[in-house]
């Protein structure tokens, strides 16, 4: 069985810092890509940032470029995302997935969520 644990999400105020984590087990983690999305109240899921466990590329939406950044611990099966300098906008719930391909933008599987509220 397939499974992407994620935790880490909590209340924050602006300007603070959290530590997503994401455990993966029941498919094999190495060859596969892990991303977050996230989906705030109203709005449509977004991908945030995404790293390929292959080649270790990355990406990062502009939105959260140079305040969060994606880490992946292979004998762990985890992948961490570290959200830092948090804005009210970065408010939202934070889905972790699998890709079977290099990049997140069609994942094969999607965890629950963790939520994540940014006080101003």
């Known amino acids: 069985e397939v499974q992407l644990q994620a935790s880490g999400g909590g209340l924050v105020q602006a300007g603070g810092s959290l530590r997503l984590s994401c455990v993966a087990s029941?498919?094999?983690?190495?060859?596969?890509?892990i991303g977050w999305f996230r989906q705030a109240p109203g709005n449509g899921r977004e991908e945030v940032s995404c790293?390929?466990?292959?080649?270790?590329?990355?990406y990062y939406a502009d939105s959260v470029k140079g305040r969060f950044t994606i880490s992946s611990d292979v004998a762990k099966n985890t992948v961490y995302l570290h959200v830092n300098s948090l804005k009210p906008e970065d408010a939202a719930v934070y889905y972790c997935?699998?890709?079977?391909?290099?990049?997140?933008?069609?994942?094969?599987?999607w965890g629950q969520g963790t939520l994540v509220t940014v006080s101003s």
């Open positions: 790293i390929s466990n292959r080649d270790g590329g990355t």
């Open positions: 997935t699998a890709d079977r391909g290099y990049g997140c933008s069609d994942p094969n599987y």
């Open positions: 029941g498919f094999r983690f190495g060859d596969y890509a």
